[in-house]
């Protein structure tokens, strides 16, 4: 296959790579060969051949699939967030905030309407930029920070290693994994290179040999962990910390997405003396998935970079939906009703373990919207089961970065929104379907 990839610029290898993908003589799943080995065959640099690669990844043509090498990408279903598509199930696998728990943004709307903003103005609204720093400097505290508003914390995330990686660059990711986090980096055409989850978060030991692999940028969620639900502890936090110091110029992406709903104290692994770092707290799981915005705490040099990409008038967050978040988080009874629903989920997530536990399924309820639920046989085997029965869960199998030769025996199941009877009959088919 190397001697038909042609070219001598990134958009002409590109082209090329493309061209063979149109005519089918590379099919989805084909290899291509490793960067340092095509820019040999074609006599480039070799920031040209992972120039090409990263146009080829951001166009959808080939994804980075870690050690296994970049390859030709197909039009496959992959593992998404969210209610399932035509299915008479009762879908237990959502990962969704409940509707009845979101705020009505009509008070805060008439709040946020004011004057028309224009080209050249500022990006970020000076008033929700005040908030968003008080926001974070209360759990970083002593730290020099700058604020970025995006649109989203997977926009965030995107942005920020684009700003400090290059292609085939590693990340460390936790493991099992958020899928957003797993299709960013995917996407990127970078090396996801996975650290083990238990329930104080990222370990010691995975995250040290994530570091002597290289890693250049590392993603944690300090706090309902997705799938799991752990949570980092202060003895965890430190020791990771410890870690970190002699690595500070290592991006630490920490993705607090559940802040205002958690029931935890925030830890952090960032450490005052690190050099590259970045907070990033999005409103979707409180305000609601529509409502696209996160800020990003981020150290100066850092916030220097994702301004440059975030231009006046094309990819800046709309004025009018930085004051509407700005208007809610300012607004105590949308306060009041944030803490409902934290209180919320804490109580029903809860309350389902517990039944699984009279039912001989011990099972500890983390923080989040989800429940980890392991299970005593393979997990594809109880969704089997579960869903004869009218439901459709969730296998910890889309969650893992490594390949592995045992199956999950976890479900990533949501719960909060189910009526009484719901709950207790899902309890007992639950339970039926592990025997």
């Known amino acids: 296959m190397e001697q038909i990839i042609t070219g001598t610029t990134a958009a002409e290898i590109a082209d090329s790579v493309r061209g063979l993908h149109e005519r089918g003589e590379l099919r989805t799943g084909d290899a291509l060969p490793p960067v340092r080995e095509l820019a040999a065959l074609l006599g480039v640099n070799r920031n040209t051949a992972v120039a090409a690669y990263r146009m080829l990844a951001q166009a959808g043509v080939v994804v980075a699939r870690g050690r296994a090498g970049t390859v030709v990408a197909g039009h496959e279903a992959v593992a998404q967030e969210g209610y399932a598509a035509d299915t008479v199930l009762r879908d237990i696998g ?162 607090d997405h559940f802040s205002m709903l958690s029931q935890r104290p925030y830890e952090t692994l960032i450490g005052p003396a690190h050099r590259r770092f970045a907070l990033v707290r999005s409103v979707s799981k409180f305000l609601g998935p529509d409502m696209c915005l996160a800020i990003a705490a981020t150290d100066p040099e850092t916030a220097e970079r994702l301004a440059l990409r975030l231009s006046p008038g094309t990819t800046w967050v709309s004025h009018l939906l930085q004051r509407l978040v700005l208007a809610q988080l300012t607004d105590e009874a949308v306060q009041v009703q944030i803490a409902e629903a934290g209180r919320h989920y804490a109580e029903r997530n809860a309350a389902f373990a517990a039944l699984l536990g009279e039912r001989g399924l011990p099972t500890e309820a983390g923080d989040g919207l989800n429940l980890w639920v392991e299970l005593p046989i393979e997990a594809k085997t109880v969704a089997e089961r579960l869903m004869r029965r009218g439901w459709l869960a969730r296998t910890g199998d889309e969650f893992l970065l490594t390949e592995r030769a045992a199956p999950s025996h976890h479900l990533r199941l949501t719960v909060h929104d189910l009526t009484e009877d719901e709950t207790l009959r899902l309890a007992d088919d639950l339970a039926d379907a592990a025997r």
């Open 94 to 255: 959502t990962g969704n905030p409940d509707t009845r728990r979101i705020p009505d943004p009509s008070r805060a709307l008439a709040r946020a309407a004011g004057r028309p903003v224009l080209y050249g103005e500022p990006v970020i609204d000076p008033a929700l930029e005040r908030h968003a720093r008080d926001w974070a400097a209360a759990d970083l505290p002593g730290v020099d920070l700058r604020i970025t508003v995006t649109s989203g914390a997977v926009d965030a995330v995107e942005r920020l290693l684009a700003q400090a990686l290059l292609r085939d660059d590693a990340v460390a990711l936790e493991d099992p994994c958020f899928l957003a986090s797993i299709h960013t980096v995917r996407l990127g055409g970078y090396r996801a290179v996975p650290v083990p989850v238990d329930a104080e978060g990222m370990t010691v030991a995975g995250l040290k040999d994530a570091l002597d692999a290289g890693v250049r940028a590392i993603i944690c969620t300090p706090r309902a962990q997705n799938p799991t639900g752990s949570t980092l502890t202060p003895r965890r936090a430190a020791a990771l910390r410890e870690l970190l110091a002699e690595h500070p110029y290592v991006l630490v992406i920490e993705d």
